[in-house]
């Protein structure tokens, strides 16, 4: 797993700061890399695109220490990931307190109920906009928004 780091360092230091790359690099991603290719519940996707969501989730993670007041929406994609890594409840919880000294919440179902689903096409849309700006066109990739969103808990 050494290789799926470097690999995600390499391409993580052309858009983030050296210390959430350091923060990153304690997260498990081996954990979750074997989630989403052996998982029944997750995407399985093959090799290539497991290294690919876990980047995409990565940025994701730099988005949500950027813009910390910000709800963020992911999609399919990154949701994936996300799901993967929250399976270690206790461990996905340390995890955001070492990459934003605080938890993050995520929040199921959202969008389902058509009052709320004006309000959260509009924060997938915004979120995806914030990943254009910071990484470039089609950063975020183009699977539909997951029914949930995130934000950081400032209880």
């Given at each position: 797993?050494?290789?799926?780091?470097?690999?995600?360092?390499?391409?993580?230091?052309?858009?983030?700061?050296?210390?959430?790359?350091?923060k990153l690099l304690e997260i498990d991603w081996q954990a979750i890399f074997l989630k989403l290719i052996m998982s029944e519940k997750c995407l399985c996707?093959?090799?290539h695109q497991a290294i690919l969501t876990i980047y995409k989730y990565?940025?994701?993670?730099?988005?949500?220490?950027?813009?910390?007041?910000?709800k963020m929406v992911p999609n399919q994609e990154i949701d994936a990931a996300l799901h993967a890594h929250i399976t270690n409840h206790d461990k996905f919880e340390k995890d955001c307190i070492n990459l934003f000294n605080n938890k993050l919440v995520h929040v199921p179902e959202v969008g389902i109920n058509p009052?709320?689903?004006?309000?959260w096409l509009l924060t997938f849309s915004e979120t995806q906009?914030?990943?254009?700006?910071n990484f470039g066109q089609d950063a975020m990739g183009s699977s539909t928004a997951a029914c949930c969103e995130l934000l950081l808990s400032f209880k």
């Open positions: 797993m050494k290789l799926l780091k470097t690999l995600l360092i390499a391409n993580w230091e052309l858009i983030a700061d050296k210390a959430f790359i350091n996707l093959n090799a990565g940025l994701f993670l730099y988005l949500i220490s950027k813009y910390p007041d910000k009052e709320e689903r004006q309000e906009k914030l990943f254009e700006r």
